[in-house]
Every structure is written in structure tokens, then in C-alpha cells.
């Protein structure tokens, strides 16, 4: 059973910031990409922030110089740290990752349940 846990996230005024932070647990054999979404009231989920296993990054051009991804693959962990937070990144922000359980399985994608950030003054 894999588990991806999200933590970190909370109530900041604009131009705050908040590390986020995802652990990963259970039967993983390997990770590859993971990477950081987000949810917004009324709004889709879309993809904030993604990090390979070589440590090569991508984001939303809407978080491009405020937001960091980064991970720990001995910790089966990533980050993310967001700085000068605007009202608009108000959303629930889910980890996902993409691993195998085990040298035989292909990989597949987990998520874990969330964590709320609210942005307001």
C-alpha cells in the first residue's frame, strides 16, 4: 500500500510564503517523476510543478519565479516552497508521484489527499 502524504500548507497574507511538503511511504520500489498540483474553488485541477528523478523542473508559467520544487529521493520526499504568495494561489495542492511498487510493475500514478493553502489578508 503506497501512501502519499501531504503537509505544510495553511492560512498566510499576500506576499507570504509556505513550504509544502510530500512524503511517500510504503511498498515503492522506485519513484520518477513527482510533481505538485493545485485545485482551486469552482476550477480544475491543474499542474503547478513537476520535478524528475535527475532533479529536472517545470512549472506553471503562473508560479515561474516564486514557486521551488525540489526532492529528497532518499526520503522519498518533495517540496515545494512558495514565496510572494498572491490571493489567486488559494487552493488545495496535491503531491503526485509516479512509482513502481516493485522491479516487475510498471509505473503508476498516486496522489495524495491534499493540504489547503489560503491566501488573504
Known amino acids: 500500500q503506497v501512501q502519499l502524504v501531504e503537509s505544510g500548507g495553511g492560512l498566510v497574507q499576500p506576499g507570504g510564503s509556505l513550504r509544502l511538503s510530500c512524503a511517500a511511504s510504503?511498498?515503492?520500489?522506485?519513484?520518477?517523476?513527482m510533481a505538485w498540483y493545485r485545485q482551486a474553488p469552482g476550477k480544475e485541477r491543474e499542474l503547478v510543478a513537476k520535478?524528475?528523478?535527475?532533479?529536472?523542473?517545470d512549472y506553471a508559467m503562473s508560479v515561474n519565479g516564486r514557486f521551488i520544487i525540489s526532492r529528497e529521493n532518499a526520503k522519498n520526499t518533495v517540496y515545494l516552497q512558495t514565496n510572494s504568495l498572491k490571493p489567486e494561489d488559494t487552493a488545495v495542492y496535491y503531491c503526485?508521484?509516479?512509482?513502481?511498487?516493485?522491479?516487475?510493475?510498471?509505473?503508476?500514478?498516486?496522489w495524495g489527499k491534499g493540504t489547503l493553502v489560503v491566501v488573504t489578508s
Open positions: 520535478i524528475t528523478r535527475d532533479d529536472i523542473t
Open positions: 510504503g511498498s515503492i520500489f522506485s519513484i520518477n517523476a
Open positions: 503526485n508521484a509516479d512509482l513502481a511498487v516493485s522491479w516487475l510493475s510498471s509505473a503508476m500514478s498516486y
